[in-house]
């Protein structure tokens, strides 16, 4: 790290101490002097006695919160950069971070390299900032300053190209998707005609090509002519095993180079430290090469990407054991009244039939299981003494009961994840006629899915025991959904349940879930 670097003191302000202390040692081992703060007052104390070159604050925090934060940072000194760091994005915050200032908006969890990578970003646009104007008064005559603004268009432009490159490949949510756009993006923004993502491991023979794109255009996998395969897959093998890009120089058959080809890049791609793949990028017509500066780019998007398939891996994980700790809640809260239990997955079976029966989407029909597993999450905030009541509801504990959608959908919300499935779990009770609770909604207004799930409750209330009641009668349940269709329940969601009621897979449900 160059001896600037060394001098750029840092300020980060987060209520979690096990993220000061992380970030401290990280950015303490690269160069840099920190500083940290557990709210915003802390940090306005040390912001007066010390001179800041970039602050990181989180939003929610006790006292004074990052927004605030930056609000007076940028009030007193617009020179300082803010980034704001947040596990719960919303479109509001997004809007007032513009106002105040700031020039950059991470979601947590967020990765120590990306967080450099952003710091660097920043610090960059300062640079160019400050030499811009530094220039636009030092430069005698217009030959010079037409030269001068010309390199620095070339700087913000391979910096708009990286920025690109991170932004892009952040916002991708599947590890196949990320090797489809690393293909796609090579040929965008180098010279390149083609561009092809290879697998490669210790435990692969040979590499395959996973991800193919040529003139711009998304093709199947089949890698490139079938007499230069061989060699470059030599070229991958040995690239992979050296974890050192390859530049070959134009000129068929130079160093290597297919004759069919004019110059070619290889990079490698690491996943935790071990070789995973590698991207190739070729020029095979025409009379422009790729050069350093495109080896440059297709190597920061390799290391990206690489950074990208690892914390989606992680988020995986982490997405699969908290669906467990909060489903383990729905099955405490079923276990203390044993005439509900398996209520909810009773529930999301009935409903991701209707769902299909109504040409729901894939993405759609795992939303409403997600949803219908907690719709009754926010029961584990009623007492006992009220959800277990053998008897009628007094109105004091049935508006009581009407706060667990609410409650439910606080829960939910507070994990910064599963917008839409929030949206179903507040207003599954929801009626078709404005009716229902907790927000009396009517018609359109109600989410599609959450009108589909209210449906499925409903049928799976009536035809279960109750801590109130014994099932009801099947003759019974059928005439009262019947008179509660356009009132209760959205008739598009009535006739497919009637579809799916006729053909017996309602009753294949039930029969299944009580084995």
């Given at each position: 790290?160059?001896?600037?670097a ?48 970039c ?37 509001d ?7 105040n ?30 030499q ?17 603004n ?24 599947t ?50 002519a ?15 095993a ?28 690491k ?69 509900t ?14 769902g ?6 894939r ?46 959908a ?106």
């Open positions: 790290m160059d001896s600037q060394q001098k750029e003191t840092l300020l980060f302000v987060d209520d979690e101490q096990s993220i000061l202390e992380i970030a401290r040692e990280f950015f303490e081992m690269k160069g840099y002097r920190v500083h940290t703060a557990s709210n915003g007052q802390e940090a306005l104390q040390i912001l007066e006695q010390e001179s800041i070159d602050c990181f604050t989180d939003i929610n925090m006790p006292e004074m919160d990052g927004l605030q934060l930056a609000e007076h940072i940028n009030r007193s000194d617009t020179t300082i950069p803010v980034i704001i760091m947040t596990g719960y994005p919303s479109l915050n997004a809007i007032r971070t513009i106002h200032g700031v020039v950059d908006f991470l979601i947590k969890p967020v990765n120590l390299n990306q967080m450099e990578l952003c710091l660097r970003r920043v610090f960059m646009q300062r640079r160019l900032f400050v811009n104007l530094l220039l636009q008064r030092e430069v005698e005559g217009k030959k010079r300053l037409e030269q001068l010309r390199q620095l268009g070339e700087k913000v432009s391979e910096l708009n190209t990286l920025n690109r490159i991170m932004r892009d490949i952040t916002a991708i949510r590890s196949a998707d990320i090797f489809s756009h690393m293909a796609d993006m090579a040929v965008e923004i180098t010279p390149a005609d083609i561009a092809v993502f290879y697998l490669f491991g210790e435990s692969m023979q040979r590499p395959f090509a996973v991800a193919l794109s040529q003139n711009g255009q998304r093709r199947c996998t089949q890698g490139f079938p007499e230069d395969e061989p060699l470059i897959e030599k070229l991958i093998v040995d690239t992979v050296d974890q050192t890009p390859l530049l070959a120089p134009a000129g068929p058959g130079t160093n290597g180079v297919p004759p069919g080809l004019r110059s070619l890049v290889v990079v490698p791609l996943i935790r430290e071990k070789g995973f793949g590698a991207l190739v990028a070729a020029v095979s017509e025409g009379a422009v090469s790729l050069g350093e500066k495109d080896l440059y780019y297709l190597s920061f998007m390799t290391h990206n990407a690489g950074y990208a398939v690892e914390n989606l891996a992680l988020y995986e994980n982490i997405y699969e054991n908290l669906f467990s700790t909060l489903y383990a809640f729905v099955t405490a809260i079923e276990a203390r009244d044993a005439y239990r398996q209520h909810s997955q009773r529930v999301t079976r009935i409903a991701v039939e209707i299909k029966a109504m040409g729901c989407s993405e759609e029909l795992e939303i409403l299981s997600t949803a219908g597993h907690l719709h009754d999450i926010g029961k584990i905030g009623i007492r006992d003494e009220i959800l277990l009541k053998p008897g009628p509801l007094t109105d004091e504990e049935y508006a009581i009961i009407k706060k667990h959608p609410r409650i439910g606080d829960i939910v919300g507070h994990l910064g994840l599963w917008a839409r499935e929030q949206e179903i779990i507040r207003c599954h009770h929801e009626r078709f006629d404005g009716k229902g609770y907790p927000d009396g909604l009517k018609g359109e207004e109600i989410p599609p899915l959450a009108r589909i799930l209210a449906v499925a409750d409903v049928y799976d209330s009536l035809a279960s025991d109750r801590a109130y009641r014994k099932r009801m009668q099947e003759s019974r349940i059928v005439s009262i959904l019947k008179e509660s269709s356009g009132t209760h329940f959205d008739p598009r969601v009535m006739a497919a349940f009637w579809r799916v009621y006729e053909n017996g897979r309602i009753f294949e449900v039930l029969k299944e879930d009580s084995k």
